[in-house]
């Protein structure tokens, strides 16, 4: 269900940053609900290992989220920044989550 809701607040993400190019006033109040459980639901599920990369990895995670948060915040504003800090906010999301993986995989094997 946990994952379900992640996916769906991370496409609802994308969809209000279509949607604001059609409809600036209704945008801005999907992308803050969808921010508010993406984030959430990052902050319920730290990095599980010991590494401290992995944890920084974490870290990224979470600075990304307030980045989105902000972005969030600039599109309520109608400035034209917002988009900057979405993709700025995504690059280190997708950092983040390709190298989380990979990163738990090398502890395990250590172990």
Not at 45 to 54: A, E, L, M, T, V
Not at 75 to 83: A, L, Y
Request: proline share 5%; glycine share 4%.
């Amino acid at each position: 269900m946990k994952d379900k809701l992640f996916q769906i607040s991370g496409i609802l993400i994308l969809f209000s940053a279509i949607l604001y190019m059609f409809s600036p006033v209704i945008a801005p109040w999907i992308m803050s609900v969808s921010v508010l459980v993406f984030s959430l639901i990052t902050m319920k599920n730290p990095y599980p290992g010991k590494s401290i990369r992995g944890k920084r990895l974490f870290n990224f995670q979470l600075f990304s989220c307030l980045l989105m948060i902000a972005s969030t915040y600039l599109m309520f504003k109608h400035r034209n920044e917002w988009p900057l800090v979405m993709i700025i906010g995504a690059f280190l999301m997708l950092y983040a989550v390709i190298a989380i993986p990979r990163e738990l995989n090398k502890e395990n094997k250590v172990q």
